[in-house]
């Protein structure tokens, strides 16, 4: 069974750093392309940052490019999104993704990160 366990989220000041973690498990995360979603109040959920399963060629939109950073650490089942120079918004909650060769989209039941002063 596919699972999927985001942690790391909190209040942080603009400026700040954080590093959320995804544990997975039932699959092995370097066979999965993983990315990172956020969804803030009102708004569409929109992707963060993506790595492939061939090669972990990385992918970021301009919002986050040269802030955040994701990474797999396949021996602890984990994939880490870090975040730096934080801004208010930056607010909203981090789900983590997974999908399978075969196509099968999983997500976990994400985590609050909230930018404030």
């Known amino acids: 069974q596919v699972q999927l366990v985001e942690s790391g989220g909190g209040l942080v000041q603009p400026g700040g750093s954080l590093r959320l973690s995804c544990a997975t498990s039932g699959f092995t995360n370097s066979n999965a392309a993983m990315s990172w979603y956020r969804q803030a109040p009102g708004k569409e959920r929109e992707l963060v940052a993506s790595m492939s399963s061939t090669f972990d060629v990385t992918n970021y939109p301009s919002s986050v490019k040269g802030r955040f950073t994701i990474s797999r650490d396949t021996a602890k089942n984990t994939v880490y999104l870090q975040m730096t120079s934080l801004k208010p918004e930056d607010t909203a909650v981090y789900y983590c993704?997974?999908?399978?060769?075969?196509?099968?989209?999983?997500w976990g039941q994400g985590t609050q990160v909230t930018v404030s002063s």
């Open positions: 993704s997974a999908v399978m060769p075969w196509g099968t989209r999983h």
